[in-house]
């Protein structure tokens, strides 16, 4: 089995994205026309969400048929609109009495404050990244929803460091695969997960380095100041396996692959923040749900990292690449 160290490792997934980066913003679609099973876990306490109601293990529809990932804010969420037309002239979706109605689950970050504020993925775009969708390697850095996501915002806007979009997967000896896929638009730093340098973050003035947002918070909280920072932060992610899952086990999958987040990216969960995590379960072969979430946190957190290392520089925001920074 070839191995693409990407979320197309698991079968029967593709990823698809359709960019502008002259607007700075994009969407990526992961398609499984034939349904897998997910769930959902939102830590963000300001999420664009839609169809996440669905994921609720109590609730009646079992299998997905996409999942978007989009830029815009909430605006994006109209690229959805795309997917399902996309998915429903092939004939997929939940079988109804009438139709087919493709499910497709999406969540969406804010990067409206760099390029163009007026344009945002739209149905057109959710249907070209249908359109891109292959298997096989998957581009990263500023592609699909990663065009326009920045981290280190706590000094402001101005500060900020350019990152992307992320993926990576483990293969193990039997066979079971555990992939992630990640787009990182945090307020706070990107760590090393071994070394904890800070990757990219909110750029000293001074130009050597990155501040600690966490010391800014506990400065800001010892002298009882109200903190006025960039509150428009959200990091997205969709992990995958060929273990099969119930609704509830992929949700359980969700919940422990947000470990993988705070192990990279401080603070993390903030009231302004929309982190969402969808899992996938698109196989047949036996596994524990506890276990994929295990693998799945480290395996996210490695997505996060590789996103920061293929984001490059655009429309005034640098990236750690081009601030001498290297995964080495």
Partial sequence: MTHYNALTDVPGLRVGHWSDRQAATGCTVVLCPQGAVAGV?????????RETDLLHPLSSVQKVHAILLAGGSAFGLAAADGVMRWLEERGHGYPTSVAAVPIVPAAILYDLAIGRADVRPDAAAGYAACEAARRGPLSEGNV????GATVGKMLGFERATKAGLGTASKLLDDGTVVAALAVTNALGEVYHPQTQQVLAGARHARGDGFADSTEL??????RGEEVHFANENTTLVIVATNVAQTKAGATKVAQM??????????????PHDGDTVFALSSGERPGDA???GA??????????IAGIFAATSLAGVPAA????????
């Fill in 41 to 49: 876990d939102v830590r963000g306490s300001a999420p664009g969400t």
């Fill in 144 to 147: 699909g929803a990663g065009v």
């Fill in 217 to 222: 918070a506990e400065q800001a909280l010892s």
């Fill in 257 to 270: 692959a947000h470990d993988g987040l705070a192990r990279v990216i401080r603070p993390l969960h903030l």
């Fill in 290 to 292: 506890g276990m994929v």
């Fill in 295 to 304: 693998v799945a946190a480290a395996v996210v957190a490695d997505a996060v």
């Fill in 321 to 328: 690449r081009d601030l001498g920074f290297s995964e080495t």
